[in-house]
């Protein structure tokens, strides 16, 4: 996400960063590398234009140039004003006083409306809300179908309607559906379109006028760049959207759309797609998305993403395991399956600062692969083995490396990253680090295969 537009103006704001006096020939040289950085990210020059003029007159104030540190101020100045151009503040999606509240999903065919349904429904049902799920498409084949699987997938419930019913019967229909079970939320999935299909969009006209929405959102694909934002422009003109969602945001390198579409309609940004999985829509955090571009990392959401997976009894007790020196296989493949609920490691790189001891780190290149491999050897192993790594012979690894389709190398590997990790546990329970890797010369440690215990 953003992966080069953040490079450039990291390397940027580096620049400016460490001078002691700035001048306008700095800043205007400064600002000249951010407008084209911003270009080449595929942001509307317009957008471009005002953030540059912004920019220009807060960083060439005397309250600039004559702090201490007029560098860092101009980074703050380029900070805050990236803010403004996403939206400021978070926009939370708003519900009715009464319920349901009616949240209709437009856009482009293609764009991921019907997965987006069912990863909003998803999301609601974590706040605690009772989505009801509604296709209203019945121009492409199989559309309601698709959204019947996706909503057995997230456990929520779909109104089905009859086969011949018009899509603002389907509407309604649900909508007395919604009612009548107590759902406090109907999520209606509309058909694909452009906005220069007439037809299609004086359907969404009845839809709109017979459902009366709280929220109008709009499906972008981010890798569209700024073909979605206007495409949204239109839209916006036509229903009143009341914000986006964008999807792809994980395969999106540039950020085009994202920086440019609140600008242009005045609309804000409600959600983030940022993968294939249902639980891969976060909340749209302007403050944050811009601390990840510019480096700073985005740690509350970090820490948000592991509340919401990770069991705090079973990590106090995992805990209490590494002080006492029982963090067991098990424990260790437990402690893996919880940290990629969090989603895709590269994700969770990502919101690390690329700063002191995580430099760099957002650019390590990681195979998803050796985890699902690690899983499968830990798989592997008998109830027993996985409590006592000790008693693994050679003749328990061949067996073990053939289980997990795997070689006797690759768990070998895993036993002294495993061993490694538990050291430097019992270390930090201890509040001293430990490094199995160092020990006095002429003693030698207990191992099995090689692998220090």
């Not at 006096?21 to 040289?29: F, G, K, Q, T």
């Not at 804000?268 to 998305?289: M, N, Q, T």
């Not at 430099?359 to 006592?388: C, Q, Y």
């Amino acid at each position: 996400m953003f992966e080069n537009l953040s490079d450039k103006l990291q390397r940027v704001l580096k620049n400016v960063r460490g001078e002691g006096r700035l001048s306008a020939a700095h800043v205007d040289e400064t600002l000249r590398e951010i407008r084209m950085a911003l270009l080449e990210a595929d942001v509307n020059f317009k957008v471009v234009r005002e953030f540059t003029e912004s920019v220009r007159s807060k960083a060439l104030g005397q309250e600039v140039l004559d702090s201490l540190a007029p560098g860092q101020q101009v980074v703050k100045v380029v900070r805050d004003a990236l803010v403004d151009m996403l939206g400021s503040r978070t926009a939370r999606l708003e519900f009715a006083a009464n319920p349901p509240t009616v949240v209709m999903l437009v856009g482009l065919q293609g764009s991921g409306k019907t997965t987006s349904s069912g990863k909003l429904a998803a999301w609601l049902k974590t706040g605690g809300r009772r989505p009801l799920l509604v296709s209203v498409d019945v121009h492409r084949p199989a559309a309601r179908e698709q959204l019947r699987l996706i909503a057995g997938d997230v456990e929520a419930r779909v109104w089905e309607g009859t086969a011949n019913q018009t899509p603002v019967d389907l509407g309604l229909g649900a909508l007395r559906e919604a009612r009548d079970s107590a759902h406090d939320v109907l999520i209606v999935d509309t058909a694909g379109r452009l906005h220069v299909d007439e037809s299609l969009m004086v359907e969404l006209d009845g839809i709109k006028d017979a459902l009366n929405p709280r929220e109008i959102l709009f499906v972008a694909d981010a890798m569209l760049g700024q073909d979605a934002v206007r495409s949204a422009e239109q839209f916006h003109q036509r229903l009143g959207l009341t914000g986006f969602i964008l999807t792809k945001m994980d395969g999106d390198a540039r950020g085009g759309a994202a920086l440019s579409i609140q600008s242009v309609t005045g609309r804000p940004i409600k959600f983030l797609g940022v993968g294939e999985k249902y639980d891969a829509l976060e909340p749209f955090h302007p403050d944050r998305i811009v601390s990840r571009i510019l480096g700073m990392g985005d740690i509350l959401s970090l820490i948000e993403k592991a509340e919401a997976v990770v069991d705090r009894k079973q990590a106090i007790e995992l805990q209490k395991k590494a002080a006492s020196n029982d963090f067991t296989l098990e424990d260790f493949r437990n402690q893996l399956r919880q940290v990629r609920r969090m989603g895709s490691l590269e994700s969770i790189l990502g919101m690390l600062p690329s700063i002191g001891p995580f430099r760099n780190l957002n650019k390590v290149e990681v195979d998803e692969r050796e985890l699902t491999r690690t899983e499968a050897i830990i798989d592997s192993m008998t109830p027993a083995e996985r409590r006592n790594h000790r008693i693994l012979n050679g003749s328990r690894r061949k067996r073990i490396a053939r289980g997990s389709g795997t070689s006797v190398q690759q768990v070998n590997q895993l036993l002294k990253q495993y061993v490694r990790a538990r050291t430097m546990m019992r270390g930090l329970a201890a509040g001293r680090p430990k490094s199995p890797g160092k020990r006095k010369k002429g003693r030698r440690r207990p191992g099995v295969g090689g692998v220090p215990i």
